[in-house]
């Protein structure tokens, strides 16, 4: 599937502003200026660009506890991303919701969230919604691989075959569940495990952007159709830790610099369109140095907001079904 000219920018313009804002978000962390966990998206850029580029306004994606890639690709604006992250007033969330629970209904971002494999049921919800409304939308739930050995997910996928739902499972193999490997616990193949259920699978190379959004429309297309839901098992790779104190020491530093050289989305992406003659350098050169200062200003402004008034500390918590209210 060829993408045009500018959605090849816009691909590289997003990718590029997850890989600058989890940057940024790293070195706050590092800092002590991130009140609460990090689970950083470095290295998985191609898949969040890829699925949200083949998702229009109207659909809604569900996220997991590294969600930033997912909130910048589906639209969530920098500035509060990064202020909600450091549990500021102008967050997008009001500061409350912090780096695992980002959500901007506006956009069609209906939340990341914390617990594993929490995502997939509500994204059944959504594509619920949308099936009954006739809507049209459909609903993406990513999950890491980890999710796949919950419940919750399996119940998901049997769900969704059954009631015939417009809901795509979108699962990131980034070969490691926190310290342990992916092949060590899961078993079997996550493909058949989803095409037990009947449904439509695939596995993806998450590395390679044009993969993904080529996998990601054709399922769309399916949803929209009315021809169910599909699985679409994305091989990909983290760079960081699971989490913001991880000192990641079960992989070598070989390892990891062969990673970083070699399997970087990012880079393969920019040689991809250089070297093929679709943008050029120059181009790639000023949307670095732009992104660069959009996240810079995000930052700044983040250190200097405001702190959340602690009389709303119960606002948008608590819900109240009293009359009136």
């Given at each position: 599937m060829q993408m045009?000219?500018?959605?090849?920018?816009r691909a590289y313009r997003t990718m590029r502003t997850i890989r600058a804002f989890e940057t940024n978000v790293h070195v706050e962390a590092q800092a002590g200026r991130v009140p609460g966990s990090t689970h950083l998206y470095a290295g998985q850029e191609a898949v969040a660009t890829g699925v949200c580029m083949a998702l229009g306004n109207g659909d809604h994606i569900v996220s997991?506890?590294?969600?930033?890639?997912?909130?910048?690709?589906?639209?969530?604006?920098?500035?509060?991303?990064?202020?909600?992250?450091?549990?500021?007033e102008s967050g997008t969330c009001k500061g409350k919701g912090g780096s695992m629970h980002i959500a901007d209904l506006n956009v069609g971002m209906l939340g990341a969230n914390g617990i594993v494999g929490g995502g997939p049921p509500l994204a059944c919800g959504a594509a619920l919604t949308a099936k009954t409304l006739k809507t049209g939308s459909v609903a993406v739930a990513f999950s890491g691989d980890g999710a796949v050995n919950q419940g919750t997910t399996a119940e998901s996928l049997n769900l969704a075959m059954v009631w015939?739902?417009?809901?795509?499972?979108?699962?990131?193999?980034?070969?490691?569940?926190?310290?342990?490997?992916?092949?060590?616990?899961?078993?079997?193949?996550?493909?058949?495990?989803a095409?037990?259920?009947g449904m439509a699978a695939e596995l993806v190379d998450g590395l390679s952007l044009s993969n993904v959004y080529e996998s990601t429309s054709a399922?769309?297309?399916?949803?929209?159709?009315?021809?169910?839901?599909?699985?679409?098992h994305m091989k990909t790779e983290r760079f960081y830790g699971h989490f913001n104190g991880d000192v990641d020491t079960y992989r070598s530093e070989e390892s990891?610099?062969?990673?970083?050289?070699?399997?970087?989305?990012?880079?393969r992406l920019r040689a991809t369109l250089i070297k093929s003659g679709l943008i050029e350098e120059g181009t790639l050169d000023a949307i670095d140095a732009e992104v660069e200062d959009a996240i810079d200003a995000a930052v700044?402004?983040?250190?200097?907001?405001?702190?959340?008034?602690?009389?709303?500390?119960?606002?948008?918590?608590y819900v109240s079904y009293a009359e009136g209210n």
């Open positions: 045009s000219r500018e959605d090849l920018e997991t506890h590294r969600g930033h890639g997912h909130s910048i690709a589906k639209g969530c604006e920098v500035g509060p991303m990064m202020a909600e992250i450091l549990g500021k015939n739902l417009p809901v795509i499972f979108v699962i990131e193999d980034n070969g490691w569940g926190e310290a342990t490997s992916s092949e060590f616990a899961t078993a079997g193949d996550i493909v058949m495990r095409q037990g259920y399922a769309v297309t399916r949803a929209r159709a009315g021809e169910g839901p599909s699985l679409l990891k610099r062969v990673q970083r050289h070699e399997r970087d989305c990012l880079t700044k402004a983040a250190r200097a907001a405001n702190e959340p008034d602690p009389a709303t500390l119960e606002t948008d918590v």
